[in-house]
T-cell receptor, first 114, second 113 residues
Framework: KAGVTQTPRYLIKTRGQQVTLSCSPI?????VSWYQQTPGQGLQFLFE???????NKGNFPGRFSGRQFSNSRSEMNVSTLELGDSALYLC?????????????FGEGSWLTVV | GENVEQHPSTLSVQEGDSAVIKCTYS??????FPWYKQELGKGPQLIID?????GEKKDQRIAVTLNKTAKHFSLHITETQPEDSAVYFC????????????FGKGTRLSVIA
């Protein structure tokens, strides 16, 4: 059974640009969450999607957005990139939404903003 | 909101020794406590989790203990091996509602052969 797949794995962007990251959840999983990981702040929750609806959102500015498609695949977008957006962006999937569901992470997308 | 403290931030042990990592949390309503292992260049991997209706759970060399009264839980790794070297994260959430996992800052474990 394939795990959570994220693309691209590595990318470099310039300040002010925008970026789109993609995530394919484990087959059968309908909930997708996104986390940002940095050395200083650790793992921080961005948002969760279930059945194409955003169920929860973390404390990030509106430049961070996401969506989920009918096949449960998800994308997140960051507009007007800042140097501080450089991070590992992790996608995680679970069978269902709601706290207490076991989540499984992908390998992440490394974003560098220069 | 929930606050999770994880200690120590770094830990070095000799191969074959035990390693213990401890996390404390603030929300008494929290009742789901997973642990993740993250190797260099990879995403976090779930290694064990516990729910508040049990006090201890074991899986081969890994165990987690939970003290709900004191609001802390610990990861125990026995007979450590070099491949156990990684960053370990604890996390906390509730079983109900839409609260996401809140993670500790991580512990870098080095197992010295």
């Amino acid at each position: 059974k394939a795990g959570v797949t994220q693309t691209p794995r590595y990318l470099i962007k310039t300040r002010g640009q925008q970026v789109t990251l993609s995530c394919s959840p484990i087959s059968g999983h309908r909930s997708v969450s996104w986390y940002q990981q940095t050395p200083g702040q650790g793992l921080q929750f961005l948002f969760e999607y279930f059945s194409e609806t955003q169920r929860n959102k973390g404390n990030f500015p509106g430049r961070f957005s996401g969506r989920q498609f009918s096949n449960s695949r998800s994308e997140m977008n960051v507009s007007t990139l800042e140097l501080g957006d450089s991070a590992l962006y992790l996608c995680a999937s679970s069978l269902a939404t709601g706290a207490g569901n076991t989540i499984y992470f992908g390998e992440g997308s490394w974003l560098t903003v220069v | 909101g929930e606050n999770v403290e994880q200690h120590p931030s770094t830990l070095s042990v000799q191969e074959g020794d035990s390693a213990v990592i401890k996390c404390t949390y603030s929300d008494s309503a929290s009742n789901y406590f997973p642990w993740y292992k993250q190797e260099l260049g990879k995403g976090p991997q779930l290694i064990i989790d516990i729910r508040s209706n049990v006090g201890e759970k074991k899986d081969q060399r890994i165990a987690v203990t939970l003290n709900k009264t004191a609001k802390h839980f610990s990861l125990h790794i026995t007979e450590t091996q070099p491949e156990d070297s990684a960053v370990y994260f604890c996390a906390v959430s509730r079983n109900s509602g839409n609260t996401p996992l809140v993670f500790g800052k991580g512990t870098r474990l080095s197992v010295i052969a």
